[in-house]
């Protein structure tokens, strides 16, 4: 066995695909690979990653070194009586759906994409449709095995190590290499669910609808128009579902993707463009307004069916913004936000509103708090996107929330502290050789 | 055959083409030998498998290119109560500049990548002949369907075992059992860890697992994975010399 060389590469890009540098990447198969490779990169620094569905620059690592956990995704133990599943941290929710949807069971939350993996989705502290009653991701990790620069390995507990615990959870690689974990899945009767669609037109309807689904519905999640005035200022399409009790446990199929081989021309999106998807996309759902079945992967991963869609984008890539606002301030900031973005018309078509539940989040850094979360995509046109999302950040500080590291490439220093005020009892907990530019840039 | 749950011995199980083979026939319930170098990396990719369906793993940790390593060929036959599908799949590419200036080195990658193949192929034949059933699939590469500067030391030997392979699949023809050449091209493993990944032509090791699978239920004594590559191949070997020798591949 020859050790696992690092490689020097400029095209290990984030979701975003703003930031190009040269970073030197390791690709091991075996845990046993992961001290040798730490201990290597010891005199610069290293991060870990997962299959890059970051936006912005929290899995990337300039200048140093990082290790692409991708290979090591064996399951180690599935209980099928308590649907506790251990597996290695490169194993994507994807792999984990294949295998656990056929024996009855679900991931206990998922994001929008199943291109992630399980550390990765540890590492953010993910949050999905069902946030307002699961909670995030984080929630449901009872121990993971963890990795630091010292050599030392760490079998990590909510109740043995619970400040490294925290500090890991929503940790974004910081703490150390994440080797395995053990995730509690979620029984289920159906691979189906029933799912409702309601067209609304401004936030007034939103928030009635999203209060009266709280209670009745596991998911909820709304698309909204980032880019019209006027009459149709606001209006978006309210989607909620139950999971069905058919007995049906048919998985995805991951053979069935489309891809966008190449990256589109840059003129492609455009306000012209967007606003026409958005009318588009506004009436045809409008026609599926009530309730269908519907199996989950178009449900939970609508954009999954296209592999690579970001690089519709084009070479210069995309910015996502996304931010949540306590309850009590949301419906001023969400409005003034919205009214921010139709007015710069910058806004892509994809648009998310969501609340969020009551359910603490466990991390030190984690992103999901009670409140509503704004997710918008903005096309990377330089000074003009980062001016109009400096101005949005005025807002969203006012209102006392909280940007996304998972999502973010531009954020200043001062708005991650103030998002995340317990970011001193992290650095405690952070290890000396890890780090990612997003660290460099918000805490050094 | 031995009934729903085959009986499936792997050489080189450490292998990423090979693992990712083992993940599908696990889901079928399959019974497996599994023999690799590293007794600890058996022992994780053997828990990864009974967790997915496997009805047995036994590991075996052996240096397969040992001399005399096949005459366990039969107490592996033994343990699965007969031999429904072997995958030799353990290879290494060598450094062609290396090779070149060390004699030793060549021999070592000789006695790896063909000499000991082929005493566990005949070994196999053996078992598949006594049985009158079963397959083996040997792992080969479009690098033995000719010779080039980059790399001829290690196509000499992947080349040689497609000859072999056809060799016992024509004997075991009349008989029922089968065996099979798999010519995987460009695939991502640690093998190529050093190469640039760019093109459309790099495949990923479930890509060439797919085809394994399949080839050990049915079909010819020679495929390769992804499939495109026999076209690719085909133009490759009939290149005319003077074209072929410009180009740096
Ligand atoms: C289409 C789409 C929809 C999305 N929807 C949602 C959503 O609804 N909700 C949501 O919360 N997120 C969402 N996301 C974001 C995504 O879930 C997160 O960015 C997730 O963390 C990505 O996981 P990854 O495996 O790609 O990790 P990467 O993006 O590669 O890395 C993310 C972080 O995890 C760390 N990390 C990865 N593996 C390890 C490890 N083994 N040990 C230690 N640290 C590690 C990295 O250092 C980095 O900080 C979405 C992304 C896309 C592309
Ligand atoms: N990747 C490609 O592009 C490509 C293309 C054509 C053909 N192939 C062939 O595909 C096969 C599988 O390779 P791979 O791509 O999956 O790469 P890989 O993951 O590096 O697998 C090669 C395996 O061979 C094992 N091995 C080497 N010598 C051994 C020995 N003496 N005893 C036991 N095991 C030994 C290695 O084990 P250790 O971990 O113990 O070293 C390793 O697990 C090889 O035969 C290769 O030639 C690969």
């Known amino acids: ?444 | 055959m031995t009934g729903v749950n085959k009986g499936i011995i792997i050489l080189g199980a450490a292998s990423a083409i090979a693992e990712a083979a083992a993940r599908i026939w696990a889901a079928q319930g399959a019974r497996f030998v599994l023999v690799a170098r590293d007794p600890r990396r058996l022992d994780v990719i053997a828990s990864d498998l009974k967790t997915r369906g496997a009805v047995e793993v036994a590991a075996v940790a052996l240096d397969c290119s040992k001399l005399n390593a096949d005459v366990e060929l039969d107490a592996m036959v033994k343990k699965l109560g007969g031999l429904d599908i072997m995958l030799l799949a353990y290879g290494t590419l060598g450094e062609q500049k290396r090779l070149e200036a060390d004699p030793d080195a060549v021999r070592e990658l000789i006695q790896t990548d063909f000499a000991s193949a082929v005493a566990w192929c005949l070994a196999a034949s053996a078992v598949l002949e006594r049985q009158r059933s079963g397959a083996l699939l040997v792992i080969g590469s479009v690098a033995g369907d000719r010779g080039r500067r980059s790399n001829f030391i290690y196509g000499a030997c992947k080349g040689g075992l497609a000859r072999l392979v056809e060799g016992i699949a024509h004997k075991l023809a009349p008989i029922g059992a089968r065996a099979v050449i798999v010519k995987p091209g460009f695939i991502k493993t640690p093998m190529t860890a050093a190469f640039e990944k760019r093109g459309l032509l790099w495949a990923k090791p479930e890509a060439v697992a797919r085809v394994i699978v399949k080839a050990a239920e049915r079909g010819g004594p020679v495929v390769y994975a992804p499939a495109f590559w026999r076209w690719i191949m085909l133009l490759i070997r009939h290149l005319p010399t003077f074209i072929f020798n410009k180009l740096d591949i």
């Open chain 1, 1 to 444: 066995m020859s050790p696992t060389p690092f490689i020097s590469r400029n095209d290990v890009l984030s979701w975003g695909r703003v930031h190009r540098q040269l970073q030197e990447v390791a690709a091991p198969r075996f845990c046993d690979e992961l001290p040798a490779l730490l201990d290597g990169s010891a005199s610069t620094s290293c991060l870990a990653i997962g299959l890059r569905r970051s936006y912005g620059d929290s899995c990337l690592n300039s200048g140093g070194a990082v290790i692409n956990m991708g290979g090591l995704d064996r399951l180690i133990a599935f209980d099928e009586t308590t649907g506790m599943l251990r597996a290695e941290s490169g194993a994507s929710l994807s792999q984990i759906l294949a295998f656990a949807v056929p024996r009855g069971w679900f991931l206990p939350t998922t994001p929008g994409s199943r291109f992630v993996t399980l550390g990765g989705a540890i590492a953010n502290d993910v949050h999905g449709k069902n946030h307002h009653q699961a909670g995030s991701f984080g929630c449901h990790v009872s121990c993971f095995g963890l990795l630091r620069s010292d050599g030392s390995s760490h079998v990590v507990t909510k109740d043995n190590q619970p400040r490294l615990f925290a500090a890991t959870i929503g940790g974004i690689g910081l703490t150390g290499v994440i080797e395995w974990a053990e995730i509690q899945l979620q029984r289920i009767g159906s691979a189906y669910l029933d799912v409702e669609i309601i067209p609304y037109v401004g936030l007034d309807e939103f928030w009635t609808i999203a209060e009266e689904s709280v209670g009745k519905f596991e998911h909820t999640v709304s698309w909204i128009d980032c880019s019209s005035r006027g009459a149709n200022f606001g209006r978006g399409i309210f989607s909620r579902a139950n999971w069905r009790e058919d007995e049906v446990f048919t998985p995805h199929d991951d053979q069935a993707w489309k891809n966008v081989p190449f990256d589109a021309p840059a003129f492609l999106l455009n306000r012209f463009s967007v606003a026409a998807f958005n009318e588009l996309y506004f009436r045809a759902s409008k026609a599926k307004t009530g309730i269908a079945r519907q199996h989950y992967a178009p449900f939970f991963y609508p954009l999954d069916a296209f592999l690579n869609w970001n690089r519709l984008y084009g070479r210069r890539g995309m910015f996502q913004y996304q931010c949540v606002i306590p309850a009590d301030e949301a419906r001023v900031a969400i409005t003034s936000l919205l009214d921010g973005i139709a007015r710069s018309g910058q806004a892509s078509f994809l648009s998310v509103l969501k609340t969020f539940g009551e359910r603490a989040s466990p991390g030190l850094l984690s992103f999901p708090r009670p409140g509503v979360t704004l997710a918008i995509d903005f096309p990377n046109r330089g000074v003009d996107t980062l001016n109009l999302l400096s101005r949005l950040d005025v807002i969203v500080s006012e209102a006392g929330g909280a940007l996304y590291p998972a999502k973010d490439g531009r954020l200043s220093p001062e708005m991650f502290r103030r998002s995340f005020p317990r970011w001193r009892e992290f650095l405690e907990h952070k290890d000396p050789i890890m780090n990612s530019d997003f660290w460099r840039r918000v805490a050094e």
